[in-house]
C-alpha cells in the first residue's frame, strides 16, 4: 500500500514509530534541521504565525515560548492533531485538522507562514505557495524546509545506516515511492531550481537559503557528526513578500 500526503501518520504502528525516531535526542530534524530554521526565522515575537504540516505542534510550542502573538497549525492527520491540541492547550496557539489543499487561507493574515519537511509530500506545490503568498500580509516571511532534492532524486540507497548515497535521475522532477518506517510513501522530487522559480513565480523575494550545515555542538557524539558531513539532508529557504 502507497501513503500520500499525511495519511501514513493515523496508521497507528507507523505513527508510533515515527515519533520515536523523531524524538530521539540526535535525530537529525533535531540537531541539523531545526536549528538552521531557526536560523532563518529570526525573531517571532508579536508575529501571528501560520505553521504548514503542524505535526504534534511541537515547532508551536516552541515558537510560543519566544513569545510569537498568535499561532495557528493545520494538519491532515488526526494522530497528529490530537497530540497538538495536548501541546497547546492553554495556550494562545490552535490547530486544524485538515490538508494544505483544502485549508481555507485567509487573504492578508499572517506576518509569517512557516513549514517543517511537509511541502515535498505536496504534488501542486505552486498551488499552495500562491495561497502562501495570499494569506501573508505585506512584508511577511515564508520560511520552510524540505528533505534535500540529492536526497529525494532517488531512493535507491535508502537501507540501514549508508555508506554511500546513489543521486539519480535528479532532473527527472516528480512523484518518487520512499520505502520509509515499514511503508510506501509517496514524495515528490524538485530540484534547487525548481524550488527557486515557483518561488519567483509566485512573487516571492529569496531572502535566504540553508542546506543544513552540521554544527558540531549541536551533536552528542563525534561520529554521528562526522556521519553527518557526507550529504545534504535539508534544504531551507526563506522569502518574502
Known amino acids: 500500500m502507497e501513503y500520500s500526503g499525511s495519511k501514513v501518520y493515523d496508521d497507528h504502528n507507523f505513527f508510533e514509530n515515527y515519533m ?3 524524538h530521539r535526542k540526535e535525530s537529525p530534524n533535531k540537531v541539523i534541521e531545526y536549528p538552521a530554521l531557526m536560523t532563518l526565522l529570526g525573531d517571532v515575537r508579536e508575529k501571528t504565525i501560520l505553521d504548514l504540516g503542524s505535526g504534534d505542534a511541537s515547532l508551536g510550542e516552541e515558537l510560543l515560548k519566544q513569545q ?7 494538519d491532515g492527520s488526526q494522530n497528529m492533531c490530537n497530540q ?3 501541546k497547546l492547550k492553554g495556550t494562545n496557539g490552535s490547530v486544524v485538522h485538515t490538508t494544505l489543499e483544502a485549508y481555507t487561507y485567509p487573504s492578508q493574515t499572517f506576518d509569517c507562514v512557516v513549514s517543517q519537511l511537509v511541502l515535498h509530500y505536496i504534488e501542486d506545490l505552486d498551488h499552495i505557495v500562491k495561497k502562501v503568498y495570499e494569506t501573508l500580509k505585506p512584508g511577511g516571511e515564508f520560511v520552510f524546509s524540505v528533505l534535500h532534492p540529492v536526497m529525494t532524486a532517488s531512493f535507491k540507497s535508502m537501507t540501514g545506516k549508508r555508506t554511500d548515497w ?9 512523484r518518487r515511492i520512499e520505502p520509509w518506517i515499514g ?3 509517496v514524495k515528490y522530487h524538485r530540484t534547487i531550481e525548481e524550488y527557486f522559480l515557483l518561488l519567483q513565480r509566485a512573487g516571492f523575494t529569496i531572502q535566504g537559503l ?3 550545515t ?4 549541536n551533536f552528542q557524539h563525534q561520529d554521528e557528526y562526522e556521519r553527518r ?10 522569502c518574502i513578500k
Open 68 to 74: 510569537c502573538e498568535r499561532y495557528v497549525g493545520i
Open 84 to 86: 497538538a491540541e495536548l
Open 20 to 22: 520515536a525516531r523523531r
Open 183 to 185: 511503508e510506501s510513501v
Open 214 to 217: 552540521p554544527q558540531r555542538e
Open 210 to 212: 540553508r542546506e543544513g
Open 166 to 174: 546513489i543521486v539519480d535521475d535528479y532532473f527527472q522532477t516528480g
Open 229 to 238: 558531513q557526507r550529504i545534504p539532508l535539508f534544504l531551507l529557504l526563506s
